[in-house]
């Protein structure tokens, strides 16, 4: 359970620099820079939800 404590905070982190990034290559016009950083922006989401699935699932077995 720890392991899954840090890779939700690593994952919240990521998020949200990613999500700066992106907001600010938008605004200064940097659109290659948005492009290149919406991938791994939406498997950082993915990998959230898929956590929450799984840590969702070991809660009700127990």
């Not at 840090?6 to 620099?17: D, Y």
């Amino acid at each position: 359970m720890f392991k899954k404590i840090l890779f939700n905070i690593f994952l919240n982190i990521a998020l949200f620099v990613l999500f700066l990034c992106i907001f600010w290559s938008i605004k200064n016009g940097y659109y290659l820079y948005a492009i290149a950083a919406a991938p791994p922006f939406a498997m950082l989401i993915y990998l959230k939800i898929r956590l929450a699935k799984s840590v969702r699932e070991m809660t009700r077995k127990k």
